[in-house]
C-alpha cells in the first residue's frame, strides 16, 4: 500500500500547472485515506483506458475476479423488486445491491470500472467519476466517514446475456446508475446525480464541477422566460427534494407549468439543451433513441416546464421540473449537509415508458 501512495504523490507532483509544495502535500496525503488515495489513482487511470469488449464479456471478465462469497453479493435475480432497490443515500449494505467497490480487489476495482465505462458514453462515465471525486472531497475536508470513493456499489443482475435482459446497477452517495441491455426499451435510467459542493478541488490541481451542464442548461431556460411566463411556470406547492426519487416508481404528480408550445424558439431550444444535458449521459445508441422520442413534434407540444421556491436554481429551496410524455426530469437546491454553506444539488432522469428498460413499466 506504501508504494501506491507514493506513486499517487508522485502524480500530484506532475500534474496541473500550479505547483504543490511538498509540506501541503503531505499534510493532505495524511488527511486522505491511503484506500481513498489509491482509489481515486485507479479511477483516473480508468480513464485514459480503451475499452474494446462487449458489456457482456466485460461482465463475465469482473465476476470471473470474485470470490465464489464475493460472487453471491454481487449477483442477484433480475426482478422488480431488485431492480427498485437503489438509493442515493450515503451507501452501506444495508441500502445496496452488491458490493463495495472498497471491498474488492484492486483488479476486481479496475474490471467493475472498465465494466461502468464500457456501459455508458464517455460525458456519462465523467458525470459518474466526478460524483465519487466529490465524496472523496467532503471525506477529507470534514473526515466524514460515511462518504468516499470505496462506498459506491456494483451489481449484476440476471445472468449477462447477448440476447436476453440484464443490468447492472452502480449506486452510491449522490448517484444510482440503472442500466438494463437486452430490455423492452432502449434506456439508461432511473438516473440519480447529485454533488456536494458543487465546485470542489483536489489535490491533483484540479476543479470538478460535475452539476455544471444541468445547472447552466435549467438556469439558461428559466432566465429565458419573461415575467408573465414565470408566473405560468411557478407551482404553489414548495419542495425539499426531487418527487419521484428512490422508492418512487410511477408515482408521477399530475402535470403542471407552462407548455413548450407557448414558448418561442429560442425558449424551445433551451428546454431542449436543457433536457440533453442529462441524456448526454446515456449510451450513445440509447440516447439518440431517447433524443427522437422526446424531441417528436407530438411530445414537445405536450412537455410542461414548472418551477418552485425560486427561478434562480443556486437558490436554497430552488425545485425546477421538466415533465413529457415520457422524459421526466427534476433539479432541487438543498441546504449543505456536511456544511450548511455547500451548494448541495439532487436531480432525476426518468422514462415513463423506459425505466429499467421497460422491463416493469405497468
Known amino acids: ?67 465464489e462469497e464475493q460472487r453471491e453479493t454481487v449477483e442477484y435475480e433480475l426482478t422488480e423488486e431488485n431492480a427498485a432497490t437503489w438509493s442515493n443515500v450515503p451507501a452501506t449494505y444495508e441500502n445496496r445491491n452488491g458490493m463495495a467497490l472498497g471491498d474488492l480487489s484492486e483488479e476486481s476495482m479496475k474490471a467493475a470500472l472498465k465494466l461502468m465505462k464500457a456501459s455508458l458514453c464517455e460525458e456519462g462515465y465523467e458525470t459518474l467519476t466526478e460524483i465519487m471525486k466529490a465524496d472523496a472531497f467532503q471525506h477529507t475536508e470534514f473526515n466524514d466517514e460515511t462518504l468516499g470513493p470505496g462506498l459506491y456499489f456494483i451489481a449484476i443482475l440476471g445472468p449477462p446475456s447477448e440476447k436476453e435482459p440484464w443490468m447492472v446497477q452502480f449506486s452510491g452517495h449522490h448517484l444510482a446508475k440503472n442500466l438494463v441491455f437486452n430490455g423492452e426499451e432502449a434506456g439508461a435510467t432511473p438516473q440519480f446525480t447529485g454533488v456536494e459542493p458543487r465546485e470542489f478541488s483536489l489535490w491533483d490541481n484540479m476543479t470538478y464541477r460535475p452539476s455544471d451542464e444541468r445547472m447552466n442548461s435549467v438556469d439558461a431556460m428559466l432566465h429565458s422566460l419573461d415575467h408573465e411566463q414565470l408566473e405560468d411556470a411557478e407551482m404553489e406547492e414548495t419542495f425539499d427534494d426531487v418527487v419521484v426519487g428512490p422508492g418512487e416508481d410511477g408515482n408521477y404528480p399530475e402535470t403542471v407549468g407552462i407548455a413548450y408550445a407557448d414558448l418561442d424558439k429560442k425558449q424551445q431550444t433551451l428546454v431542449q439543451n436543457a433536457i440533453k444535458a442529462w441524456v448526454n449521459d446515456a449510451p450513445e445508441e440509447a440516447r439518440n433513441e431517447l433524443l427522437n422520442d422526446y424531441f417528436s413534434e407530438d411530445a414537445l407540444q405536450n412537455t410542461h416546464i414548472a418551477w418552485s421556491g425560486s427561478p434562480n436554481v443556486e437558490d436554497r429551496g430552488a425545485y425546477v421540473r421538466i415533465d413529457g410524455p415520457r422524459v421526466w426530469i427534476e433539479l432541487t437546491s438543498l441546504e449543505g449537509e456536511s456544511h450548511p454553506d455547500n451548494p448541495h444539488y439532487h436531480t432525476i432522469w426518468r422514462d415513463k415508458v423506459a425505466d429499467y428498460g421497460g422491463l416493469f413499466v405497468q
Open 1 to 67: 500500500m506504501e508504494t501506491i501512495k507514493l506513486l499517487w504523490l508522485s502524480g500530484i507532483l506532475m500534474v496541473g500547472a500550479v505547483p504543490v509544495d511538498a509540506e501541503a502535500t503531505t499534510s493532505i496525503t495524511k488527511a486522505q485515506s491511503e484506500e481513498t488515495a489509491s482509489l481515486l489513482e485507479i479511477i483516473n487511470e480508468s480513464h485514459h483506458q480503451d475499452v474494446e469488449d462487449d458489456q457482456v464479456s466485460l461482465a463475465e471478465s469482473f465476476l470471473n475476479t470474485l470470490s
